[in-house]
């Protein structure tokens, strides 16, 4: 019985990471869609080559699963990758995941070679480290990704990465159970470890699946070249007010930083120090204030519903808009039409 429904929950793993592969690979052409569908490939193929060392009369020797744990090591630097790849988008080079394989390929190769159990425990050793580096590299580095998207995007749904942060306590949870298998050998463990696993990757999969590209509004090499100006050209200024206050842009729920930039035929790290200096506020924070503004005319002048106004003063959901607007006025749009 026990060993059925351990073959039962590989089978549920294989099928999972299985479609998951597939939807990645038909979703687009995308770093990250890449990364995602060679990681659900590679843990799917984990899952069947563990199947002929599951039943009651497989081999026990300690050699055979410290070998099989070993390969299973060799996917951890695409997690770190896709790790990278939400928080600095664009930013690293496939054939730098070669180069981090290196050491487990080269700890498995010598493990295999001299059965020496050393250089395995120095690659479970090399595992925790790594990982937990990259874990903690990430989350010092969502605040910094999300900051940007306050300044050069106009709209947080589908690109924030605040869910990301209780991911990574998931992945920490996930890290200590590998270990903790690694040591103890028993299938009760195993289960555990792999019903966690794949409820964690429910979770991350359907996230990143919807997350928005948005690599060259956040990492564009040509601005990050640009001098950063102190002083922003009063005949700039002007037209960036104009196109705010005489065109309402900020009804675009797309908006971006480069749209005004392109606009007033200016770079987008110009445009960021007006916001940022002149404003003294992000541009997210700018264009929903001005957002807002025009919500609370529409409150008063009109008998639209929430939905209505919501999308009318350039929200992509009702769910920010009330949020939003809460912050800034201290009270929900509907006592904000009472109290009027």
């Known amino acids: 019985m026990k060993y059925n429904f351990v073959f039962y929950t590989y089978g549920l793993c294989t099928m999972f990471y299985a479609v998951m592969a597939w939807i990645f690979w038909r979703k687009d052409n995308s770093r990250m869609s890449r990364l995602?569908?060679?990681?659900?490939?590679?843990?799917?193929?984990?899952?069947?080559?563990?199947?002929?060392?599951?039943?009651?009369?497989?081999?026990?020797?300690?050699?055979?699963?410290?070998?099989?744990t070993s390969i299973d090591m060799i996917v951890i630097p695409i997690y770190a990758f896709i790790l990278m790849e939400l928080v600095r988008p664009g930013t690293h080079a496939f054939?730098?995941?070669?180069?981090?394989?290196?050491?487990?390929?080269?700890?498995?190769?010598?493990?295999?070679?001299?059965?020496?159990?050393?250089?395995?425990?120095?690659?479970?050793?090399?595992?925790?480290?790594y990982g937990t580096?990259?874990?903690?590299?990430?989350?010092?580095?969502?605040?910094?990704?999300?900051k940007l998207l306050e300044e050069r995007l106009s709209y947080r749904e589908h690109v924030s990465l605040n869910w990301l942060q209780y991911i990574l306590y998931s992945f920490y949870a996930m890290l200590t159970l590998w270990v903790i298998s690694c040591i103890y050998a028993y299938a009760g463990v195993e289960i555990i470890y792999m019903y966690g696993t794949l409820i964690m990757w429910m979770v991350v999969?359907?996230?990143?699946?919807?997350?928005?590209?948005?690599?060259?509004?956040?990492?564009?090499?040509?601005d990050m070249n640009c001098v950063e100006s102190k002083v922003v050209d009063d005949s700039v200024?002007?037209?960036?007010?104009?196109?705010?206050?005489d065109q309402n842009i900020f009804l675009n729920p797309c908006l971006k930083?480069?749209?005004?930039?392109?606009?007033i035929g200016s770079n987008r790290t110009y445009v960021s120090n007006y916001f940022n200096r002149q404003k003294q506020m992000t541009f997210y924070e700018y264009v929903n204030r001005k957002r807002i503004e025009h919500a609370c005319r529409l409150l008063i002048q009109t008998d639209d519903n929430l939905n209505a106004i919501?999308?009318?003063?350039?929200?992509?959901?009702?769910?920010?808009?009330?949020?939003?607007?809460?912050?800034?006025?201290g009270c929900t749009p509907t006592d904000f039409r009472k109290q009027v």
């Open 95 to 129: 054939k730098k995941i070669l180069i981090h394989e290196i050491p487990f390929l080269l700890l498995l190769i010598l493990y295999a070679i001299t059965k020496f159990e050393l250089f395995f425990w120095v690659q479970v050793g090399w595992a925790a480290i």
């Open 36 to 68: 995602m569908f060679a990681l659900m490939v590679a843990l799917c193929v984990e899952c069947v080559k563990d199947l002929p060392f599951l039943g009651e009369n497989s081999s026990n020797s300690s050699f055979i699963w410290n070998l099989i």
């Open 205 to 222: 999969c359907y996230f990143i699946y919807n997350q928005e590209q948005v690599n060259d509004e956040l990492f564009n090499k040509t």
């Open 310 to 329: 919501s999308e009318n003063s350039g929200f992509n959901s009702l769910s920010t808009f009330h949020r939003v607007f809460v912050k800034l006025k």
């Open 257 to 263: 930083l480069s749209d005004v930039a392109k606009m």
């Open 133 to 146: 580096t990259y874990l903690i590299w990430t989350e010092i580095n969502i605040p910094r990704y999300n």
């Open 237 to 245: 200024a002007v037209r960036i007010e104009s196109l705010f206050v």
